[in-house]
């Protein structure tokens, strides 16, 4: 069939023309988001406890004591400037005269009474330092705002030291760091009346069954025996001195362990409410 050519000119031309792009455009591939950046994980503020009486036993050895936080009860010295015994007979009775919740005996004496070492109970020092003997070759010790730190001697110096608000000078140093101290004595068995600390603000007072200085370190640097790790600890006067009180208004309380052949003591250690 023979086409007319003005329609084949209308067709050729269409052929030639170029396509229109269509007015429905595609969408553009959608961007993701950018991630969030994880939120660095927030340290967790340590709850405070309540001051807890407890009794654990480990490798044979006894411990019982009171744990407590240092942001809500504090530590206080108690001297008796007359000598052991001349005002309180026991931890008990020297704890109620201060309000407290436990006690424990304090540092060594002589056989005068004198106190063995540098004491400040309250601000007041009494004692000559301890240079020389292991019986003072550590300190537990608290500032006017109430901080507390277990060193050994040295450190703070006599002078810092002689600025404490409380301190007791006592020793041998049991656990430093983490670890058991060495050299300690391994043969003699004795009662223990120690103080440790975690290194922030957990502390435990109490005593052991009889036992070597070599063993209750060993026993205090690898087990939990407050329930929580013991990075220092100081032994303070044992034997027939050695004691603990602890108040009926203390969970696992009341607690009274004092042989009836104990000694009277130059001073207690005793556990009060911060303020």
Do not use: E
């Given at each position: 069939m023979r086409i007319p050519f003005a329609a084949w000119s209308l067709m050729a031309m269409a052929?030639?023309?170029?396509?229109?792009e269509s007015s429905q455009r595609p969408a553009p591939p959608a961007i993701p988001a950018p991630r969030q950046a994880a939120a660095a994980p927030q340290a967790v503020a340590q709850a405070i406890l309540p001051p807890k009486a407890m009794r654990v036993e480990r490798s044979g050895i006894v411990f019982e004591g009171v744990s407590f936080d240092n942001r809500s009860h504090r530590l206080r010295v108690l001297d008796q400037a007359g000598g052991p015994g001349s005002q309180f007979a026991d931890a008990a009775s020297a704890a109620r005269s201060m309000a407290g919740l436990a006690a424990v005996n304090g540092g060594f004496f002589t056989p005068e009474g004198e106190p063995?070492?540098?004491?400040?109970?309250?601000?007041?020092?009494?004692?000559?330092?301890n240079s020389a003997s292991s019986l003072g070759s550590g300190l537990w010790h608290a500032d006017a705002a109430g901080r507390s730190a277990i060193?050994?001697?040295?450190?703070?110096?006599?002078?810092?030291?002689g600025a404490m608000r409380e301190l007791l000078q006592a020793g041998p140093l049991l656990v430093e760091n983490g670890r058991a101290v060495g050299g300690l004595d391994a043969v003699k068995t004795s009662a223990r009346t120690m103080i440790l600390w975690d290194g922030g603000n957990r502390w435990w007072i109490g005593r052991s069954s009889p036992a070597s200085l070599a063993q209750v370190a060993e026993v205090l640097a690898d087990g939990e025996i407050p329930g929580w790790r013991v990075r220092h600890a100081l032994n303070l006067d044992g034997g027939r001195s050695s004691e603990l009180w602890v108040s009926p208004e203390v969970s696992g309380g009341p607690k009274m362990i004092r042989p009836v052949w104990n000694r009277p003591v130059r001073n207690f250690l005793v556990l009060v409410e911060a303020g």
């Open positions: 052929a030639c023309a170029p396509l229109r063995l070492g540098r004491v400040i109970a309250g601000g007041n020092a009494v004692g000559t330092w060193r050994r001697r040295g450190n703070p110096d006599r002078a810092d030291a």
